[in-house]
């Protein structure tokens, strides 16, 4: 299996900051790359999808990059309804899921 | 809008079968390419794959739970189902029903159940 590692495991950053999550995959994975959110008691909530592409409806302080092996989801100017755990998730073989990020505003 | 539903036992006993069904409402499972998938998730850790499957098609399974997933279909209900053999506490997590797509050749989910905590124990 692809092992997917993401950085920091948690973080504390304040309203109107900007944050970067990463997320590094053992192996070349192209742009096969998603981001989910979840919050406290509740499904995640898909965000980004191959790497850079927005989910319709999602916040365009939201954003992703990356290609191959690193991988970035870049919160900007942080709201406190971003507090969650952000997870990565590959799909360029078995599909598999970062260990998440815990993201504390 | 499409809304998935988990539904099932909490409690398993260890060697036993794990079964929960998918509810799917606004929309068939036969309209649209998209993968019916299932996904745990246990107590405070992260998310695992468990496997998914197209209505016309054969299902895909995460290889570590193959030898004991079976995941199925009925579109007269418009559900899918999870089963999981041979339990052990383990398998005590937070099941998702969600609906993959794949889309610029990646696969994703969206959207996803509530969860439904499904309990390993004697």
């Known amino acids: 299996d692809i092992q997917m590692t993401q950085s920091p495991s948690s973080l504390s950053a304040s309203v109107g900051d900007r944050v970067t999550i990463t997320c590094r995959a053992s192996?070349?994975?192209?742009?096969?790359l998603n981001w989910y959110q979840q919050k406290p008691g509740t499904a995640p909530k898909f965000l980004i999808y191959a790497a850079s592409r927005l989910q319709n409806g999602v916040p365009s302080r939201f954003s992703g990059s990356g290609f191959g092996t690193t991988f970035t989801l870049t919160i900007s100017d942080l709201q406190p309804e971003d507090c969650a755990i952000y997870y990565c998730?590959?799909?360029?073989?078995?599909?598999?899921f970062g260990g998440g990020t815990k993201l504390e505003i | 809008q499409v809304q998935l539903q988990e539904s099932g036992p909490g409690l398993v006993k260890p060697s036993q079968t794990l079964s929960l069904t998918c509810t799917v409402s606004g929309a068939s499972l036969t309209s649209g390419d998209y993968f019916w998938s299932w996904i745990r998730q246990p107590p405070g850790k992260g998310l695992e794959w468990i496997g998914y499957?197209?209505?016309?098609?054969?299902?895909s399974y995460n290889p570590s739970l193959r030898s004991r997933v079976t995941i199925f279909v009925d579109t007269s209900e418009n559900q899918f189902s999870l089963k999981l053999n041979s339990v052990t506490a383990a398998d005590t997590a937070l099941y998702y029903c969600?609906?993959?797509?794949?889309?610029?050749?990646?696969?994703?989910?969206?959207?996803w159940g509530q969860g439904t905590l499904v309990t390993v124990s004697s």
């Open positions: 192996q070349r994975i192209s742009n096969f």
């Open positions: 969600a609906r993959g797509s794949v889309v610029v050749g990646t696969t994703f989910f969206d959207p």
């Open positions: 998730q590959q799909s360029y073989s078995t599909l598999t």
């Open positions: 499957m197209h209505y016309s098609g054969s299902p």
